[in-house]
Nanobody, 118 residues
Framework: QVQLVESGGGLVQPGESLRLSCAASGDTIRFSDMGWYRQAPGKQRELVAT???????NYADAVKGRFTISRDNAKNTVYLQMDSLKPEDTADYLCNARFFGTTIRSYWGQGTQVTVSS
């Protein structure tokens, strides 16, 4: 069973930065696609960024140029560097891992809260 544990959330002012971490255990993430999602109160969960197992990344339009996803397979950890934060970035941020084999296994972390407010 794979477990994902997010950390690094908090309360920051607009324009500041945060770095989220998602540490995986139970399996290596080396061959998995890792994603960060977010969900604000009353809104649907949305994909923020993906780090594919092959090394490529993609981002939601709302965060392009401000957020950077990266992965350290040796540490079994994926990161989300968030710069120039805006109040509309306020949400619960969740890590997702997709493992590919005979079936696709998807796992979620418990989330870490990010609040951007002056």
């Amino acid at each position: 069973q794979v477990q994902l544990v997010e950390s690094g959330g908090g309360l920051v002012q607009p324009g500041e930065s945060l770095r989220l971490s998602c540490a995986a255990s139970g399996d290596t993430i080396r061959f998995s696609d890792m994603g960060w999602y977010r969900q604000a109160p009353g809104k649907q969960r949305e994909l923020v960024a993906t780090a594919f197992s092959g090394g490529s990344t993609n981002y939601a339009d709302a965060v392009k140029g401000r957020f950077t996803i990266s992965r350290d397979n040796a540490k079994n950890t994926v990161y989300l560097q968030m710069d120039s934060l805006k109040p509309e970035d306020t949400a619960d941020y969740l890590c997702n891992a997709r493992f590919f084999g005979t079936t696709i296994r998807s796992y979620w972390g418990q989330g870490t809260q990010v609040t951007v407010s002056s």
